[in-house]
């Protein structure tokens, strides 16, 4: 029986598996769940915390670990190799990627060295459980396109996941070393300039568990100061519509949807932001989707689990509030 197995390159940062190449592994677990001859097995550049990783993996297969010294930061050159390397090591057929900067970047330049085709979005499964392409909204989310390659081998970032039922139930993943070192002097040829880091403690939106995210309804950078307020307590960061990026009342970092971020968090609290389809783009694997909106017709209520019509500020008050007595009695 001919076997299809499947790379996931599962991103770090400072030693901590990015929660988006997490739930990449385990959807496609799912697949492996079901069909024998599908296979997943993923790579791990740099070293990481791999007991918390062990506690988030589901399904079965092997992990490659490569955690020379030269790989806990991206350098483009070491890590084609290596991504390289195992892909052909392992005989993959395809190579799946979490839709992040650093795989819009490695994604094209491994297309080129192992001449497979790139392809974005959400990967599509055929009833065998082989990967036959994928899908991708177009013209702001109006329509969506598909995408197919007669190429045998296949690169994807993917920014949403298919629905696939089964869960796996059994555990079995070996964590491998690999020997592999940096092969090329990465700082000779990318000096690293800069690096830039989050503020103490303030988790990066993409790897947030909760948003509390503001729009043009907000008011202004002022406006803000509740949502950071609300997001300390229930131990969430911030994010925010385009609008507010734009008029400089918060970071491009924390800019959500069509081009922002992706983000995947458990409860996603949209305070003032109407809904657009360029927003959604952004919010399309969010778990809860909670609303405040003083239009009781705000696009926003359509796809909001729960919607709380009225001011946000008033609201995020009591809101405030009442998580404040919840914590005081717990
Ligand atoms: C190519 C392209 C890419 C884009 N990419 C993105 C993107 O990545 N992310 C993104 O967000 N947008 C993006 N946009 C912009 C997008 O089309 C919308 O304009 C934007 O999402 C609207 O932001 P908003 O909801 O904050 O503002 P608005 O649409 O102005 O909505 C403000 C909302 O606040 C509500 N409101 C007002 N006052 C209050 C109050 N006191 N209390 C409660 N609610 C109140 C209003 O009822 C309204 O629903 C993109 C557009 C294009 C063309």
Redesign the pocket.
């Known amino acids: 029986m001919a076997m299809n197995k499947y790379l996931v390159f599962l991103e770090q940062r400072e030693g901590i598996v990015k929660k988006a190449s997490i739930e990449l592994w385990n959807t496609l677990q799912k697949l492996v769940a079901v069909h024998e001859d599908i296979a997943v097995c993923a790579l791990l550049a740099g070293a990481a915390d791999l007991q918390l990783l062990q506690a988030t993996l589901v399904g079965e297969g092997a992990v490659y670990c490569a955690s020379d010294h030269g790989f806990s930061l991206y350098n483009p050159e070491c890590y084609a190799n290596l991504v390289a390397d195992t892909f052909k090591r392992e005989a993959c057929s395809a190579l799946f990627f979490a839709d992040t900067i650093l795989s819009r970047e490695l994604a094209p330049k491994l297309s080129v060295r192992l001449k497979a085709a790139l392809l974005s979005g959400s990967p599509v499964f055929d009833a065998a459980g082989v990967d036959s392409g994928s899908v991708r909204p177009v013209y ?1 989310g109006s329509a969506l396109a598909s995408f197919h390659s007669d190429r045998s081998l296949r690169i994807y970032t993917i920014s949403s996941f298919p629905i696939i039922t089964p869960t796996p139930s059994r555990v079995h993943i070996d964590f491998i070393p690999l020997q592999q070192r940096c092969s090329v002097s990465g700082e000779e040829l990318f000096p690293l300039i800069r690096m830039m880091t989050m503020r103490d403690g303030i988790q990066d939106v993409t790897e947030a568990g909760i948003i509390i995210a503001g ?3 907000v ?1 202004g950078a002022d406006g803000f100061a509740l949502l950071e307020q609300l997001a300390l307590l229930l131990g969430g960061v911030v994010g925010a ?4 990026v734009d008029e400089g009342w918060r970071p491009h970092s924390e ?6 971020r992706t983000v995947a968090p458990a409860l996603y609290l949209a ?6 389809v ?2 959604l783009a ?1 919010i399309g694997s969010a778990g809860l989707v909670v609303a ?4 009781c017709h ?1 696009p ?1 209520f359509d796809v909001a689990d729960y919607g709380i019509v ?4 008033l609201v995020l008050r009591k809101l405030i509030d009442a998580v404040q007595d919840f914590l005081k009695k717990k």
């Open positions: 702001s729009g043009r309804g008011g519509s385009r609008p507010a800019q959500i949807g069509q081009t922002g305070c003032g932001i109407s809904g657009s360029q927003h952004g405040i909106n003083s239009d705000a926003i009225g001011d946000a500020p």
